[in-house]
């Protein structure tokens, strides 16, 4: 009994010592912190630079030789290190597409970037995106003032996103983990509407949860070949029309068809 004490006694004593030492100790991290936060700084800033060097190079004509200025100060805003594994983090800011775990990935950023410029996003629209992964287009989308709604089909994947949307101050966006093909009707109709993965067809029920005058934009295509990055409108009067805009190449839309 005499040894627990001591013990007790012992590890209480080396608390008090470590909240005394807090003061001195976070001094003594500030400068890394910051050099930290400096580094990812510069690494977004050449990021940018290659995605306005991207959008320069005209990979179809059908696709504006730049991306909106609102767009790409989200870009520069959303840290992307903290949406990929911590062994990956040294490549968060180059312009590739990186493994997230489950058999998915967090998308090119250029490709992030085009995807939401096509969406000619403004500040209070409501959006879908079908395939949270990580949460990085989901976040890009809320630093622009939308009201993000997003679906995976991956539940690992789906809660680890809320928290970590949570932790960085998008609380605001809506997880929901299922099957994304059928959308999200209760909350219907949304001004626009983007997939992260790509199916064999445009799903008629997430056609039917568009605006009139809302935008869509999905791979579509056979899984892990060449697709073709599709913008699907709807006309005020209701009217469909598809565009094929470039090719890509994403994971597949799983789940129901």
Same mark, same amino acid.
């Given at each position: 009994m005499g040894c627990g004490r001591s013990a007790g006694l012992v590890f209480v004593a080396a608390i008090w010592t470590l909240l005394a030492a807090a003061p001195v100790l976070a001094p003594a991290l500030a400068p890394a912190l910051a050099e930290e936060a400096a580094g990812s700084a510069r690494q977004r800033a050449r990021m940018i630079e290659v995605i306005q060097e991207h959008a320069g190079q005209g990979y179809s004509p059908a696709l504006a030789p730049a991306i909106s200025p609102a767009v790409i100060a989200a870009m520069g805003r959303v840290p992307r290190h903290e949406f990929v594994p911590e062994a990956l983090r040294a490549h968060a800011y180059q312009d590739r597409p990186l493994p997230i775990g489950y058999g998915q990935t967090i998308s090119q950023p250029y490709i992030v970037a085009l995807m939401t410029d096509l969406l000619k996003p403004a500040r209070g629209q409501v959006m879908l995106e079908i395939g949270t992964g990580s949460g990085y287009q989901a976040a890009v989308l809320a630093e622009l003032g939308i009201e993000v709604y997003t679906m995976e089909i991956v539940p690992q994947l789906g809660e680890a996103a809320a928290r970590?949307?949570?932790?960085?101050?998008?609380?605001?966006?809506?997880?929901? =983990?299922?099957?994304?093909?059928?959308?999200?009707?209760?909350?219907?109709?949304?001004? &626009?509407?983007?997939? $992260?993965?790509a199916a064999d067809h445009v799903p008629p029920p997430l056609v039917a949860q568009l605006k009139p005058g809302g935008r869509?934009?999905?791979? =579509?295509?056979?899984?892990?070949?060449?697709?073709?990055?599709?913008?699907?409108?709807? &006309?005020?009067?209701? $009217?469909?029309s598809t565009r094929q805009l470039l090719p890509v190449r994403f994971v597949p839309l799983t789940g129901r068809r």
């Open positions: 970590r949307l949570e932790r960085l101050g998008y609380g605001s966006v809506r997880v929901k =983990v299922t099957d994304g093909y059928h959308g999200w009707p209760e909350k219907a109709p949304f001004d &626009a509407i983007v997939a $992260t993965a869509m934009v999905i791979p =579509v295509g056979p899984p892990f070949m060449v697709q073709q990055l599709v913008l699907v409108t709807k &006309a005020a009067d209701g $009217t469909v």
